[in-house]
């Protein structure tokens, strides 16, 4: 039986092609520096004081009587080993009922922070029903899934999707009485006011026994962007479930978690919510050190076109996704690369959510290649292998920019990120370039040298800028010579 090798011996069976099993000599690839270690979060003596451990693990927090971060899971978590920072301080802040307003990275696991504390309420009866709201239902169909792959006891626990009501909606919403409801504010709030007598029962019953609200992604949902439109704006929907809660005769725990912070939500948290703590990961509104950044000129849309099939045709490895700034321009776009060799797929706000979370499913199990999509993608939705980001169209806002990118480089893994660039982007290239070199990467002097934008001018620029057609323009046919000679010369 051969013997297992170590050192320069299993260096040399790399540099001579030998098949080699990366998983099974990952320790010894570390020792001789072919690889780096996994980056795990700092481990700290449980005997420390809260503020050391905070300080270590670059956690902020605000408010009175702040619970101790914890070093473990329940012994009933499998899936994890190692809290990271959010899930430390968040999970025992969320265990003892506090209301939070909870701000860490993109990739930084806030999704189990909430989860496992969520789980541990309801076993121990401290919780009747969880609500967790988030904005797009790709994203509430990604926690659910995440959900069941660590859930303790799906006796006790039985979590629902509300995507639509049917026949079988109805029964498991009136016998089962589910005590984890994942929606969007959009799909809860049409049920609420349905016209249906049976269905707005149903909810009030579903709404009367909820005692803890989880929003996830609450900057999004706080976006005044369509404010006071009232079936577009997140604000409004998300208010009238706040004030449907308000009538509990129950005390409401409410949780809001996000990767970028918005003083609009941590003034209203301040307002309406007694005794709240506010946690803060790291530097607020960083983009992730994780992901290599890249800004790349180009001089018009037809460069643009050419500049992607060059990242294409330069070791591209997928999976990727490109973000553009609108359903035509994700159409055209997929026009222009569809029979490019590298299964490409398209995810807009146009196609049904079912046959959306259809591609979305091929394209995590590797059957698509590249996703072309718009900011329906740019939240919350965790691709583990995504190795590249490609910002097709500028992003609007420094915040769109640090979640777009935030899909790759994530659980500690790395990523990269090209963002395109024209000249109808300059507006808000130097907020982006400052974001870019605070995560440590480089950017051109003269990018840094532009001036900066102030308040005005920024909410001018977030408007999406008019675009050339991502298709080339059709040129003309030549005319024939016979057809030229016949043409009479004009008479004086």
């Not at 604000?235 to 479930?241: C, K, M, S, V, W």
């Not at 979370?357 to 590249?370: C, D, L, M, T, Y």
Request: proline residues 6%.
């Amino acid at each position: 039986m051969p013997k297992h090798k170590t050192g320069d011996a299993l260096l040399d069976d790399i540099l001579i092609g030998c098949n080699f099993d990366l998983k099974k000599h990952k320790n010894d690839a570390v020792k001789i520096g072919l690889i780096k270690p996994d980056k795990e979060t700092p481990k700290f003596d449980e005997k420390s004081s809260p503020e050391l451990i905070r300080k270590k693990l670059k956690i902020y927090v605000t408010g009175n009587d702040v619970p101790k971060p914890v070093s473990c899971f329940p012994g009933y978590i499998k899936k994890y080993k190692i809290p990271t920072p959010v899930q430390s301080q968040a999970i025992p802040v969320l265990k003892s009922l506090r209301n939070a307003l909870i701000c860490a990275p993109t990739g930084s696991g806030k999704t189990a922070a909430f989860l496992i504390p969520t789980f541990d309420n309801l076993m121990n009866q401290k919780v009747k029903c969880a609500l967790i709201v988030q904005p797009t239902v790709e994203l509430a169909d990604q926690t659910l899934k995440e959900l069941e792959s660590i859930n303790p006891d799906t006796d006790k626990i039985r979590a629902f999707h509300l995507a639509n009501i049917s026949e079988k909606s109805r029964r498991i919403l009136t016998k089962k009485s589910p005590n984890i409801i994942i929606t969007t504010p959009n799909k809860l709030i049409h049920f609420i006011n349905s016209d249906d007598d049976e269905i707005r029962t149903i909810f009030e019953a579903v709404i009367g026994r909820t005692d803890f609200l989880i929003v996830d992604e609450s900057d999004k949902l706080f976006d005044d962007k369509n404010y006071g439109k009232e079936e577009l704006s997140f604000r409004n929907q998300l208010g009238e479930i706040f004030s449907s809660l308000q009538k509990n005769k129950n005390r409401v725990t409410y949780t809001f978690f996000s990767a970028t912070y918005m003083s609009d939500v941590e003034r209203w948290c301040e307002s309406y919510l007694e005794d709240i703590i506010c946690i803060t990961v790291g530097t607020k509104n960083t983009a992730n050190a994780a992901v290599d950044q890249k800004l790349v000129f180009t001089n018009d849309e037809q460069a643009k076109l050419l500049a992607l099939r060059q990242i294409f045709a330069n070791n591209f490895k997928p999976p990727c996704l490109i973000f553009v700034q609108s359903k035509d321009r994700a159409k055209q776009l997929y026009e222009e690369i569809k029979f490019e060799p590298y299964r490409v797929c398209l995810v807009q706000g146009d196609i049904h959510s079912n046959t959306r979370q259809e591609i979305v499913s091929k394209f995590r199990k590797g059957e698509f290649w590249v996703m072309i999509c718009t900011e329906l993608m740019g939240r919350g939705l965790d691709f583990p292998e995504l190795s590249l980001v490609i910002n097709y169209d500028f992003p609007n806002s420094a915040i769109e920019y640090i979640h777009r990118i935030g899909r790759t480089g994530r659980a500690g893994k790395k990523g990269k990120a090209i963002t395109l660039f024209t000249p109808e982007d300059t507006e808000l290239l130097r907020t982006i370039g400052g974001v870019i070199k605070q995560a440590g990467c480089d950017v051109p002097d003269y990018i840094m040298k532009m001036k900066k934008l102030n308040t005005k001018n920024r909410k001018k620029a977030t408007k999406n800028p008019k675009r050339q057609s991502i298709r080339p323009p059709k040129r003309k046919k030549p005319e024939p010579e016979s057809n030229k000679s016949s043409k009479k010369p004009k008479q004086d």
